[in-house]
């Protein structure tokens, strides 16, 4: 069984410009979330899809972050513009579903550095 | 509100002996608890989870925890530890419908020979 898929694994920018990171979740796997790592730090969420539809965004940057989930499978979060405070690992996680005790399964995720 | 404290930010053992990772939480409601391990440029793994079918939970490469509710503790111990064993550990806490995991700081663990 293939793992979470996630792209690039690695990106550097500017302050100011813009970046989108992917995930492709396991096969059959309805929730999605999205989390960031800072150095030193557990995971935070950012984003939890069922499906297409958000189920908690109540940590996510509005002002500059956004996420979709077309079509119910892959995933696309973007920054824009990005701060120095962006500088982060961003994780993607799948579970079959929405449940308190379902393993959440992660990628390898995306070190973004914002110089 | 929920929240978790791993005590120890960063603790280094000798190659067989006890490995003890401290982990307390709050919640609210009756918790979900989670230990993942994050090796070097890889995403977190699950190594075990608590989910009320017993106090004592077995997990993956010979980790297991003990749920105590009097003390609100999740401590992870392995009895004894391999050089392979060093990485991040985070405990976890979900106690919400949506499965939402609040994680602790981590706890390093180095393993020296």
């Known amino acids: 069984e293939a793992g979470v898929a996630q792209s690039p694994r690695y990106k550097i920018i500017e302050k100011r410009q813009s970046v989108a990171f992917w995930c492709n979740p396991i096969s059959g796997h309805a929730t999605l979330y999205w989390y960031q790592q800072i150095l030193g730090q557990g995971p935070k969420l950012l984003i939890q899809?069922?499906?297409?539809?958000?189920?908690?965004d109540s940590q996510l940057p509005k002002d500059r972050f956004s996420a979709e989930r077309l079509k119910g499978v892959d995933s696309t979060l973007k920054i824009q513009p990005a701060k120095l405070e962006d500088s982060a690992v961003y994780l993607c996680?799948?579970?079959?579903?929405?449940?308190?005790?379902?393993?959440?399964?992660f990628g390898p995720g995306t070190r973004l550095t914002v110089l | 509100a929920q929240s978790v404290t791993q005590l120890g930010s960063h603790v280094s053992v000798s190659e067989g002996a006890l490995v003890l990772l401290r982990c307390n939480y709050s919640s609210s409601v009756p918790p979900y608890l989670f230990w993942y391990v994050q090796y070097p440029n890889q995403g977190l793994q699950l190594l075990l989870k608590y989910t009320s079918a017993a106090t004592l939970v077995k997990g993956i490469n010979g980790f297991e925890a003990e749920f105590k509710k009097s003390e609100t503790s999740f401590h992870l111990t392995k009895p004894s530890a391999h050089m392979s064993d060093a990485a991040e550990y985070f405990c976890?806490?979900?106690?919400?419908?949506?499965?939402?995991?609040?994680f602790g700081q981590g706890t390093t663990l180095q393993v020296k020979p």
């Open positions: 996680a799948s579970s079959y579903h929405v449940d308190p005790f379902n393993e959440q399964f």
């Open positions: 976890a806490v979900s106690g919400s419908n949506t499965g939402k995991l609040i």
């Open positions: 899809f069922q499906n297409n539809g958000v189920v908690d």
